[in-house]
């Protein structure tokens, strides 16, 4: 018997609907474990909290918060927590479940989770960051553990959080507990080569994308959708290895330089003038024109939904490396399936930073740390071979790579369901 729908969602599930489609997609590729695809469309829990907190002034505002364990069949639960305005259950549910298809495409220990607080971060001063990072990490404390839900940075949050949200956990179990976050500074028990792991993590995949359809990096060109921690990594990755970085969209404007921008300097205007907009060597481009330029790779690296059926037809690249999660609706893929385009999903493209979050967290444990070469050198191994594993799928059920990394990651995951059973 099929289960209803989540009623609390209401009529529009928003990405939760993404990822819904998504699974759906994959259940005739599942064989014996077809039946049970049915879990991953549930969510094993998700708390809602209020976050209130004393402001500059006196006064006090109210927030509201979100943790989502989505599955937990194959380890404890691990995904970011986000700061942003536009926050919603069905997106940090939605982030949760490509969590868990993440973890398991990549064979990480771990299930899918997420968590996230509506709130525009730049109207808060670092103190109100502090007291509602706290306050939020108390209130979601009775899921968090290093063996049951380990938070890591996402969008608008970074080092600064995760060592608040450690040092918070931390003084309500009375002792330090440096695995219970991820992403944390080198100083707390962070690890080195985190900061680039998830726009390092989209280069090597893309380039072992490349290496399948004989495209050369070096002279190659990428745009850019994103300019943040995802995407200048990538960005200075890629030029490193002899991309050129032709056109760069930020939430501030699109820049274009067809003979190359040079990201390290880029960064240096970011971090002066907060955007990518009048960066003095290149020129402005209509947001809408970014989808059209000509590349070999493109990189949306900033929110989902960003490539749709109304953009993706005008789409020239040959490779797309989701550094965002969820950038690409279905029926997107369905286009850009018919143009030719070749996506690596998400879930492994993107899949750096969780990786490197894993080996922190086994770090901690032994408190015996890597150096960064060593670190680079077990994330390409990682992924690359994560990547083989995808594409083995995709030639031999012909089917899209997206499609291919539910297969891989579907079928562990229920596997790990079905082994487990059901209690009681």
Known sequence: MKSEPLSYLGKDGGPWEIFVEQVDRVVPYLGRYAPLAESLKRPKRILIVDVPIHLDDGTVAYFEGYRVHHNTARGPAKGGVRYHPEVTLSEVMALAAWMTIKNAAVGL????????VRVDPKKLSPGELERLTRRYTSEIGILLGPDRDIPAPDVNTGEREMAWMMDT????VGRTVPGVVTGKPIA???SLGRRDATGRGVFVTARAAAEKIGLPIEGSRVILQGFGNVGNAAARIFHDHGARIIAIQDHTGTIYNEAGIDPYDLLKHVAEFGGVRGYPKAEPLPNPEFW?????FLIPAALEKQITEQNAWRIQAKIVAEGANGPTTPAADDILLEKGVLVVPD???NAGGVTVSYFEWVQDFNSYFWTEEEINARLERVLRNAFEAVWQVSQEKKIPLRTAAYVVAATRVLEARALRGLYP
């Open 109 to 116: 220990p771990y299930g899918g989770g997420k968590g996230g």
């Open 169 to 172: 956990f931390s003084m309500n």
């Open 188 to 190: 707390l028990g962070g």
């Open 292 to 296: 059209a330029v000509p590349a070999e």
């Open 347 to 349: 879930v492994i493209a």
